[in-house]
């Protein structure tokens, strides 16, 4: 199986340009320029409107040459805010689909070492050989890199304890079927954890449709972490 090469979109880059504006607007602010912090967030949001009409007609992964914004600072969906609500424990068998270069992917694996195994799913092979490299760096040797679609998981029924997906399920075409598909693999009572930040995430998506698609897959929402415009949903599988 071959990775196609996915060249950044221009909404890609207005993406870019929205977190970037943000950024900015946050050391303005801090800076105490009211002025300076208000012509960057309305750019932000400009630019984050523009960007989210683009990607609903262009769902997508976040391309491989821009994977350096991944590396930005994720708060409120911090690895540790995913940590306290995904609450992964020694032993247990965790799926991350679309793990980019590795942020949540380290400390989840290194949670739930040295039995535990987190398999890491990506449409784009060049991000899991970085995943791999910074794993190997790091020494965890419990992931399992594999390429693949979120709409046609390569695994088992009931393979998983839990799973998490933080900013990829509005980049699937379907994300009802990648849903489905999440709810297929997990274990009677198995975990699945939503993260979504709506301000300068063009395929960020909503709350309220997401419990509307995960009740409609079989799962029941238990708890939220952090403001709507960026949470943490942690969802259990129904029955």
Same mark, same amino acid.
Request: with cysteine; charged share 20%; glycine share 12%.
């Given at each position: 199986m071959?990775?196609?090469v ?8 207005? @993406? ?5 504006? @943000? ?27 523009a ?10 992964p ?55 195994r ?40 009931? @393979? ?43 395929d ?27 949470y ?8």
């Amino acid at each position: 199986m071959h990775s196609e090469v996915r060249r950044p979109r221009p909404h890609d880059w207005v @993406s870019v340009g929205a977190a970037l504006a @943000s950024l900015f607007a946050v050391g303005a602010l801090v800076a105490g320029n009211g002025t300076a912090a208000a012509v960057g967030a309305a750019i932000a949001v400009g630019a984050t409107l523009a960007a989210r009409s683009a990607s609903g007609r262009h769902p997508g992964p976040m391309p491989y040459a821009l994977r350096w914004v991944l590396y930005a600072p994720r708060w409120p969906l911090s690895a540790a805010g995913l940590r306290r609500i995904l609450d992964p424990r020694p032993g247990e068998r965790i799926l991350e689909v679309g793990p980019g270069v590795g942020i949540y992917s380290l400390p989840i694996a290194a949670a739930i070492a040295p039995s535990g195994r987190l398999d890491a799913l990506d449409v784009q092979r060049d991000m899991l050989a970085v995943l791999e490299r910074r794993a190997g760096r790091a020494r965890v040797t419990n992931i399992v890199p594999a390429e693949g679609d979120a709409q046609r998981l390569p695994y088992p029924h009931g @393979s998983f304890d839990a799973a998490y997906v933080i900013g990829v399920l509005g980049e699937v075409p379907d994300p009802p079927a990648a849903l489905a598909q999440l709810r297929r693999v997990l274990r009677p009572g198995g975990r699945l954890v939503v993260g979504e930040a709506l301000v300068v995430d063009p395929d960020g998506v909503r709350l309220a449709p997401l419990c509307d698609a995960a009740r409609g897959a079989g799962f029941g929402l238990e708890r939220r972490l952090g403001p709507r415009f960026a949470y943490f949903a942690r969802f259990r599988v129904a029955g």
